[in-house]
């Protein structure tokens, strides 16, 4: 802006003959030279705002109020026997917003996927981050193999359970380095079937500092389990064809869990899955048409 001032006033001054062309020359060069500055102050005051941002997020995590503990002094830890996870009437809000989870009954059986769906802000990332226990839910449990979350310490629940959110970042370096990440000790051999499921390669073709999509949601699966089989899959689904795919889907709407079953038999029942499954027919085949 400054510099586009400089030059109006030059174009102004010449143009009313109170200065020639070349004698502005010795006014734009110097003005040009004294913007330098400026413009570093003002990059640099972009960054530190940037920074502030970055710093308050930060801090905002380490403020957080840590989660009770179980005292593991002199007890055994409670044995999870399978992966089945039961959510059983589960009520749960983030503070100041108001109940999100309304009496959410609902069983994940420990093998096959199963899938989520329902509206945005229904509440399906939240059941997520209540088996990771990132939350403790207000009223009911939220037990994997039979034992409540809040049973095991973090570390235990966690060595069980996987999360790997839309938005997922890896080391620029590669697959194997980045499941050593959360598997330091982790045998050579096993490593290597967490890059053989996820169709990588050792070190993945890239977009900027990020690997694309699905490889990457699954190196990152694999630098949070290390080691060890795939027991189940929740995913949150919008894609239709991975939401037919999946061996169970449950519908997620105001809080609870209306309807659940098979893609064919919550199509049958002709309730809100048959109704979100017609609606995002019709709007695939509007796109495909307006091509």
């Not at 809000?93 to 945005?120: C, F, K, N």
Request: charged share 25%; proline share 5%.
């Amino acid at each position: 802006m400054a510099f586009t001032a400089l030059v109006a006033t030059r174009a102004a001054l010449v143009t009313g003959q109170q200065l020639t062309a070349a004698r502005t020359i010795p006014l734009v060069v110097p003005g040009i030279a004294m913007l330098l500055p400026l413009e570093a102050i003002v990059g640099t005051s972009t960054a530190l705002s940037a920074w502030q941002a970055s710093q308050q997020r930060v801090r905002s995590v380490l403020d957080a109020p840590r989660l009770p503990e179980p005292d593991r002094t002199g007890i055994v830890a409670p044995r999870i026997a399978d992966h089945r996870i039961d959510f059983d009437d589960v009520c749960f809000g983030y503070p100041g917003r108001g109940p999100l989870l309304r009496g959410v009954d609902l069983e994940i059986v420990a093998a096959g996927t199963t899938a989520l769906v329902g509206v945005s802000g229904s509440g399906k990332t939240t059941l997520t981050k209540l088996i990771a226990r990132f939350h403790d839910g207000d009223s009911g449990a939220v037990r994997i193999g039979g034992v409540d979350v809040r049973d095991p310490t973090a570390c235990e629940v966690l060595d069980q359970v996987s999360v790997v959110f839309q938005d997922v970042f890896l080391l620029d370096t590669t697959i194997e380095e980045n499941i050593r990440v959360g598997n330091p000790p982790g045998s050579a051999s096993a490593l290597p079937s967490h890059g053989r499921c996820a169709k990588t390669p050792d070190r993945s073709s890239r977009r900027g500092d990020r690997l694309a999509g699905h490889r990457e949601r699954c190196g990152r699966a694999g630098r949070d389990r290390g080691t060890g089989p795939r027991s189940y899959v929740l995913i949150i689904a919008h894609r239709l064809e991975t939401v037919a795919a999946a061996d169970r889907i449950a519908v997620l709407h105001s809080g609870r869990i209306i309807e659940s079953g098979t893609h064919t038999e919550l199509l049958g029942a002709a309730g809100r899955y048959a109704e979100f499954w017609n609606q995002r027919h019709r709007a695939d085949g509007s796109r495909l048409s307006n091509r």
